[in-house]
């Protein structure tokens, strides 16, 4: 099959472009530019408030789906009408907490004719927080030393180790700063009781926040953009960000996609130290929410990921446009009570 | 003292670091100084065009060369 012959359908999660923005929306629009009018976008929403299920000219038709706690056979059932209305090419999952069960089901989806492009579940626990100091050691890596917390009382041996600043991070999404026992207990507290346990005591690391896109088959790169956070949010989010040429970054991208055989997307978050080591603090595993500037600065991973599931062959990319940069903005879409009443009540919009 | 290689300069004075996306607006005397030393001009000839074409006694032009140099290492644009 080719791209070109017939109009895609493509599903796509994440059209929570909120203030810490999923994915999704940024995902749609490198598509739409890829693949012009030929694509048909399907958007796969949890809660009925996500701005992208209301921005037609982006996505066609959405759908919800359950929530990742109520499992794989779950989500197959719905797809499987979903697929069966639309009948589903590629579906591009957005969410981390999502991946676990996109992956569990990826052999059903492809025997559904739904074809993805994602890592293995091994390679999603490696990448993991609780597991990435590790990976860094195994693969000689430059990765923040940690501590994996599961009592308060823990938190004292940790910073003996790790010292003050200390970093505090959520098994799945929050990081604090601490300054001291007494904020590292409260951060603690918040983050268990919001995400459960453990909770990740990361070395703090000062120097400039870096992060890097990259699309991969397995084996190599395909493409790699570094983009500097210019300015960012409360949440640590970059609301503005600039491409930037920075062969070590390059360098650090395929290292990684060598040692993990990584396949898919994802997303290094790199803080550059003063002595210009740079130090994996996250890996992502899929697209991040600024996405779209891979397709602006001439990379278009989104759509070359499509192209990759649908068995295509993708040559690396080896050019994209240094200092290309993006700025986000908030914008109050209005629509009718009715739009929000259909998916509350029908789950379809 | 070499500009470094990639940085990209304008007319108008800005400046911008492509390796880490660090930009600064800089006054027109310091514009006219970047070209020069993109050009490839050495130090000592670009103080020699600065004297002959502004009015500025030698001993000032050393110290605002020094505190010029100081501000383009910090700001990563040299290579040491």
Redesign the interface.
């Known amino acids: 099959m080719t791209t070109h012959n017939k109009t895609l359908v493509i599903a796509v999660t994440a059209l929570n472009a909120v203030d810490n923005p999923g994915p999704g929306v940024a995902v749609i629009r490198a598509l739409r530019e890829g693949f012009g009018k030929h694509i048909r976008i399907i958007g796969l929403s949890y809660e009925s408030l996500e701005p992208g299920v209301y921005l037609h000219e982006l996505v066609n038709k959405t759908y919800q789906i359950p929530y990742p706690s109520a499992g794989a056979e779950a989500l197959v059932e719905r797809l499987q009408y979903i697929h069966g209305q639309e009948q589903i090419d590629v579906v591009i999952p957005n969410f981390d907490a999502e991946l676990y069960n996109f992956i569990k089901v990826s052999a059903r989806l492809s025997m559904m004719g739904i074809h993805t492009y994602l890592p293995t579940g091994e390679q999603l626990d490696a990448r993991d927080k609780i597991n990435l100091s590790k990976l860094g050691k195994k693969h000689h890596l430059f990765v923040p030393e940690d501590n994996i917390v599961t009592r308060a009382d823990d938190l004292k041996k940790a910073a003996e180790e790790l010292d003050y600043p200390m970093v505090v991070k959520g098994k799945y999404y929050e990081a604090y700063i601490a300054q001291s026992e007494e904020q590292a207990r409260k951060y603690f507290y918040q983050l268990s009781a919001k995400w459960g346990l453990p909770v990740i005591c990361q070395k703090f690391i000062k120097g400039t926040e870096i992060n890097v896109a990259v699309l991969s088959d397995g084996e190599k790169a395909i493409s790699i953009i570094p983009m500097r956070k210019l300015y960012i949010t409360d949440k640590g989010k970059a609301w503005a960000g600039i491409t930037i040429e920075d062969d070590d970054l390059l360098q650090l991208a395929s290292n990684f996609v060598k040692a993990t055989k990584w396949r898919g997307a994802f997303e290094l978050e790199i803080m550059r130290d003063p002595d210009g080591k740079p130090y994996i603090m996250e890996v992502n595993p899929r697209f991040p929410a600024w996405i779209y500037l891979t397709a602006a600065a001439g990379q278009n991973q989104p759509a070359a990921l499509v192209k990759m599931a649908l068995g295509e062959k993708v040559d690396e990319f080896n050019e994209y446009q240094v200092g290309k940069m993006f700025i986000r903005y908030a914008w109050d879409h209005v629509t009718d009570v009715s739009e929000f009443q259909q998916l509350s009540a029908f789950g379809e919009l | 003292m070499k500009l470094k290689k990639?940085i990209?300069t304008s007319e108008n004075g800005f400046i911008?670091n492509?390796?880490?996306?660090d930009s600064f607006s800089s006054n027109p005397i310091a514009a006219e100084i970047l070209t020069l030393m993109k050009a490839g001009q050495s130090a000592e000839d670009i103080k020699t065009e600065i004297l002959n074409r502004y009015d500025v006694d030698r001993a000032q032009l050393e110290r605002d060369w020094e505190d010029w140099v100081m501000q383009l290492r910090d700001a990563n644009l040299i290579d040491l």
Do not use: D, H, K, M
């Not at chain 2, 492509?18 to 996306?21: L, M, N, V």
């Open positions: 990639n990209a911008f492509p390796s880490t996306g």
